[in-house]
């Protein structure tokens, strides 16, 4: 079992009604959908440290679950939860394995630029 990078939580709200537990999912590689587990699907093995994961579970997941069962139930939530779901959601935009990839391949450049302009402060100081 890998780490979920969209949440079991959030996936449950697609469950299929005939098949609990099991969402509708399309492959790239295949032609038709297929019902999958929601313990197998959007997750990857050694994806998060731990450390990680479990900060996501209370600090991001934790406060918002409730949010999300009460939309599901039709209720609008209060400001202090509307807060609880936008750092979900923007979390959820940025957890997702090619946001990843594409971080990884700025970082070399960011370094970089934050490293010459360190440089040119520590120059500045000593002129």
Same mark, same amino acid.
Not at 112 to 126: K, P
């Given at each position: 079992?890998? !780490? ?11 469950? %299929?009604?005939? !098949?609990? %537990?099991?969402?509708?999912? +399309?492959?790239?590689?295949? +032609?038709? @959908? ?8 959007? +997750? ?8 990680i994961e ?8 934790? @406060?918002? !679950? ?30 997702? @394995? ?10 070399? +450049?960011v370094l ?11 120059? !500045?100081?000593?002129?």
């Open positions: 079992m890998g !780490n979920h990078f969209v949440p079991q939580a959030y996936l449950r709200g697609f469950q %299929d009604p005939a !098949n609990p %537990d099991f969402i509708w999912v +399309q492959s790239r590689r295949e +032609q038709d @959908p297929r019902s999958a587990s929601i313990e197998d699907v959007a +997750q990857s093995r050694n994806f998060y440290d731990p450390e479990k900060l996501l579970a209370s600090s991001v997941e934790g @406060p918002a !679950n409730p949010v999300l069962a009460k939309l599901r139930a039709g209720e609008l939530p209060t400001d202090q939860k509307r807060v609880a779901l936008a750092v979900y959601l923007a979390t959820m935009i940025k957890r997702v @394995p090619k946001n990843r990839a594409r971080g990884r391949a700025m970082a070399p +450049q970089e630029d934050v490293v010459s302009r360190f440089r040119g402060r520590c120059n !500045n100081s000593l002129s």
